[in-house]
T-cell receptor, first 118, second 107 residues
């Protein structure tokens, strides 16, 4: 069974930084693009970023471009989201998702909550 | 950016009834459209990909149709477990985008 487990969430002040991690199991991790999708409290789904299987291609939503960086370590089956210059509007549950480059989002992690507040 | 507009925002139906949900794209997404279901407090689940393909383990009462700019998710006979929010999402262009969701509520 494929599982995705996120970690690294929490409370951070505006302008601060956090790094999310997503560790995968049950799949050949490097074969798949990985994506971050967020959901603000009471709101819909918002695509944040996608990284290709070997990590050579990255894509970002305009709302996070220049502030967030996605990366991966296939030897550790782990996907990362470095979030800098955080804003109140970044407050959301961040889901790690399998897929996204040329495939749908077929496996979702339960998510980790990020709260940006002073 | 491709904007996906879902209608209606809320659908009030009874168990056993047929649900028809619409997703319209601001420009063609070919067949690169997926549907996700999200129940309260739960993670989204992939239902349909590439317009009409059911994901693994999805019951046959869920079906998708359409291409280009107009898509439909049909639930042939609503089960109590189907009352949830449904999102469409395109992977034709970057940035990937989601619709705002349609909530299917019990009448």
């Amino acid at each position: 069974e494929v599982q995705l487990l996120e970690s690294g969430g929490g409370l951070v002040q505006p302008g601060g930084s956090l790094r999310l991690s997503c560790t995968a199991s049950g799949l050949t991790f490097g074969n798949y693009a990985m994506t971050w999708v967020r959901q603000a409290p009471g709101k819909g789904l918002e695509w944040v970023s996608t990284i290709s299987g070997i990590g050579d291609l990255t894509f970002y939503a305009d709302s996070v471009k220049g502030r967030f960086t996605t990366s991966r370590d296939n030897s550790k089956s782990t996907h990362y989201l470095q979030m800098d210059s955080l804003r109140a509007e970044d407050t959301a549950v961040y889901h790690c998702v399998k897929g996204g480059h040329d495939s749908p989002y077929d496996i979702w992690g339960h998510g980790t909550m990020i709260t940006v507040s002073s | 950016e491709i904007v996906l507009t879902q209608s209606p925002a809320t659908l009030f139906l009874s168990p056993g009834e047929r649900a028809t949900l619409s997703c319209r794209a601001s420009q063609s997404v070919s067949s690169y459209l997926a549907w996700y279901q999200q129940k309260p407090g739960q993670t989204p689940r992939l239902l349909i990909y590439d317009a009409f393909n059911r994901a693994t383990g999805i019951p046959a009462r869920f079906s998708g149709s359409g291409s280009g700019t107009d898509f439909t998710l049909t639930i042939s006979s609503l089960e109590p477990d189907d009352f949830a929010i449904y999102y469409c999402q395109q992977r034709r262009n970057w940035p990937r985008t989601f619709g705002q969701g349609t909530k299917v509520e019990i009448k």
